[in-house]
T-cell receptor, first 109, second 116 residues
Framework: SQQGEEDPQALSIQEGENATMNCSYKTSINNLQWYRQNSGRGLVHLILIRSNEREKHSGRLRVTLDTSKKSSSLLITASRAADTASYFCAPGGYQKVTFGTGTKLQVIP | EAGVAQSPRYKIIEKRQSVAFWCNPI?????LYWYQQILGQGPKLLIQ????????DSQLPKDRFSAERLKGVDSTLKIQPAKLEDSAVYLCASSTRTSGVTDTQYFGPGTRLTVL
């Protein structure tokens, strides 16, 4: 399986600040996805970055991928209280995805 | 486009009872996943179907859990008998994946199971 490990485990910031979370993995991948999970809800897909891409943007989200270091980062700019959630990375390839424990982000109004 | 539907949303049972969860994936999605998410942990894959065949059930406790996907559409996950440690959120997801690499999974709202 391909498991992502998110870091830090928890992050607390003020509304308007930027939030950065990281993901490390161990096997080679074809793509990497980030998901968000609000409390008590299912996961929501945020963004997919392919292994031949280094950076991708979607609204206030910026994802980077460094395949040589087997790591990715998710940056949320100008955070809002509604961004309070757990964030999971999902390294993708031919094997099944194994989710880590996620980064729990709290945005304080 | 309608999302992944799950029912019930909440279920409370006594240990040793049985329970069943239902999932209706997004129309046309070939692959369906059942995950178990214990509080404070990430989702753990229990079983993956492609159409109505099982692709991966290596983490499904087969002595008590069973799942089926009839006609390659809806799916049910059953626990019989339930144990206290089965208390968790059960998530269903679907994707268009037919082979090859992992693609985007679309998750339902989940069923929160409490075993007393």
């Amino acid at each position: 399986s391909q498991q992502g490990e998110e870091d830090p485990q928890a992050l607390s910031i003020q509304e308007g600040e930027n939030a950065t979370m990281n993901c490390s993995y161990k096997t080679s991948i074809n793509n990497l996805q980030w998901y968000r999970q609000n409390s008590g809800r299912g996961l929501v897909h945020l963004i997919l970055i392919r292994s031949n891409e280094r950076e991708k943007h979607s609204g206030r989200l910026r994802v980077t991928l460094d395949t040589s270091k087997k790591s990715s980062s998710l940056l949320i700019t100008a955070s809002r209280a509604a961004d309070t959630a757990s964030y999971f990375c999902a390294p993708g390839g031919y094997q099944k995805v194994t989710f880590g424990t996620g980064t729990k982000l709290q945005v304080i109004p | 486009e309608a999302g992944v539907a799950q029912s019930p949303r909440y279920k409370i049972i006594e240990k040793r009872q049985s329970v069943a969860f239902w999932c209706n994936p997004i129309s046309g999605h070939a692959t369906l996943y059942w995950y178990q998410q214990i509080l404070g942990q990430g989702p753990k894959l229990l079983i993956q179907f492609q159409n109505n065949g099982v692709v991966d059930d290596s983490q499904l406790p087969k002595d008590r859990f069973s799942a089926e996907r009839l006609k390659g559409v809806d799916s049910t996950l059953k626990i019989q008998p339930a144990k206290l440690e089965d208390s968790a959120v059960y998530l269903c997801a679907s994707s268009t994946r037919t082979s090859g690499v992992t693609d985007t999974q679309y998750f339902g709202p989940g069923t929160r199971l409490t075993v007393l």
